[in-house]
């Protein structure tokens, strides 16, 4: 499976973006996928996941409300809708999918907020 991310960037703080992650290879079978992020000197934190088959979304509590995560299966890609968005939100967002036993990730895309 290989994950390829893009539409990250530069806003301000209020404004939106939104991420894709286009899945090739063998995806049959893929059960979840999910965005991370990690900002400069913290660790990676789980931003959203939504399951393959019921489309069961979970949020982190520092995004609920804000973010949307969505997939399109007839071009297995998946979204990640970002709205009002804050300086805290600055990160490399990767998206990471998982398989069986393996978890698959991306190369990850910048988002970078301004205050």
């Known amino acids: 499976v290989q994950l390829v991310e893009s539409g990250g960037g530069l806003v301000q703080a209020g404004g939106s973006l939104r991420l894709s992650c286009a899945a090739s290879?063998?995806?049959?079978?893929?059960?979840?996928m999910g965005w991370y992020r990690q900002a400069p000197g913290k660790r990676r934190e789980l931003v959203a996941t939504i399951t393959t088959g019921s489309g069961i979304t979970n949020y982190a509590d520092s995004v609920k409300g804000r973010f949307t995560i969505s997939r399109d299966d007839a071009k297995n890609t998946m979204y990640l809708q970002m709205n009002s968005l804050k300086s805290e939100d600055t990160a490399v967002y990767t998206c990471?999918?998982?398989?069986?036993?393996?978890?698959?990730w991306g190369q990850g895309t910048q988002v970078t907020v301004s205050s």
């Open positions: 990471n999918a998982k398989k069986q036993l393996y978890d698959y």
């Open positions: 290879g063998i995806t049959f079978s893929i059960r979840a």
